[in-house]
């Protein structure tokens, strides 16, 4: 069994920052893509940053997020951050990281999701 557990969410003024961690854990065999995804009250889950699996690898951002947004990856210890600056008030959403796991080496890879933390930010 798979799980990942976000932290990190928060209550921020506008122009403040915080610090996204999700840590994978359970039985895995391989991690290939990493991303997270935000959720606004009313409105679609929408991708924010991705990872690739390789260290030194590709990312990649939402236009709205470019340079506010760093996602990062500790390839050592199945975590991804995203650190986000600048905060605006239309980042308040419930954050969500994805990985795209393989749990055996014969295994199809199947994407997994955290549970969501809380990132609420003050005008």
């Known amino acids: 069994q798979v799980q990942l557990v976000e932290s990190g969410g928060g209550l921020v003024q506008a122009g403040g920052s915080l610090r996204l961690s999700c840590a994978a854990s359970g039985s895995i065999f391989r991690i290939n893509g990493m991303a997270w995804y935000r959720q606004a009250p009313g409105k679609q889950r929408e991708l924010v940053a991705t990872?690739?699996?390789?260290?030194?690898?590709?990312?990649g951002y939402a236009d709205s997020v470019k340079v506010r947004f760093t996602i990062s990856r500790d390839y050592d210890k199945n975590t991804v951050f995203l650190q986000m600056n600048n905060l605006k008030a239309e980042d308040t959403a419930v954050y969500y990281c994805?990985?795209?796991?393989?749990?055996?080496?014969?295994?199809?890879?199947?994407?997994?999701w955290g549970q969501g933390t809380q990132v609420t930010v003050s005008s």
């Open positions: 994805a990985a795209d796991i393989k749990t055996t080496g014969w295994s199809p890879t199947k994407r997994y």
């Open positions: 990872i690739s699996s390789t260290s030194g690898g590709s990312t």
